[in-house]
């Protein structure tokens, strides 16, 4: 193509152009829109209504092809947890709610949600071997160590934590998994031992006729025998 075709084929298409469109840039069919849209700026690149249309209809595909978000946190649909795995009805509201404001899709919440309960169980069921190997170990050293009164001191400890605190001690102790350290086992021992003998233990009163014995102040009471 020559410079003069060339140039003749510019003129024509300016010419077609002038005819659709405003000397500003803006095509001549936006005088049909709203006052507030015939100048906007984006409107320059639809020649036509029909090109607005399949713009418009392009974009609301890719909209609806996108993971969507719940209306509401109740929206979501949690995978139930593995079998002994317990979930916190609390943790998993705030999950909800959270997951919402953030505006997560529903899709890849309820596989987080998933996983996250798959890693807290992971912990759990480490906690638990850890917790179990402590125990085991524990009970080997208290066993040497008090050997054939293993037994015997087991249910002096039963009877100190009953005296001091009852079952809330107890539990206490178990929920933290104190119960079976040999300080704490040894401690209670000890406590259990005490109070299981009403009577007191010797030992010197002054005032009166000067320094006596309880034994002198009281005969019938027998001494306690030494700590064990």
């Known amino acids: 193509m020559s410079d003069i075709d060339t140039e003749l084929t510019d003129q024509v298409t300016e010419t077609q152009e002038s005819k659709t469109h405003f000397a500003d840039g803006f095509p001549k069919w936006t005088a049909a829109l709203p006052q507030t849209l015939q100048k906007d700026e984006r409107m ?68 987080l949600f998933g996983e996250y309960n798959k890693m807290v169980a992971g912990m759990t069921k480490a906690q638990k071997d850890a917790g179990g190997k402590t125990a085991q170990k524990n009970e080997e050293m208290i066993r040497g160590e008090w050997g054939m009164e293993y037994d015997a001191n087991l249910k002096l400890v039963e009877k100190g934590i009953a005296e001091l605190g009852g079952d809330e001690l107890e539990k206490l102790l178990t929920d933290t998994g104190l119960r079976n350290h040999p300080a704490i086992l040894k401690a209670f021992k000890q406590i259990g031992f005490e109070h299981s003998d009403d009577t007191l233990r010797g030992g010197t009163v002054t005032g009166g006729k000067g320094e006596h014995t309880l034994d002198d102040e009281y005969p019938s009471m027998k001494e306690l025998p030494d700590r064990r």
């Open 44 to 111: 320059k690149g639809f020649n036509t209504p029909g090109e607005l249309a399949l713009s418009y209809l392009g974009l609301q595909d890719k909209h609806n092809s996108l993971p969507q978000v719940p209306d509401k946190p109740d929206g979501y649909e949690f995978p139930a947890p593995d079998e002994g795995v317990e979930v916190d009805p609390n943790t998993e509201k705030w999950f909800r709610k959270t997951a919402h404001g953030l505006k997560l899709p529903k899709e890849a919440t309820e596989k």
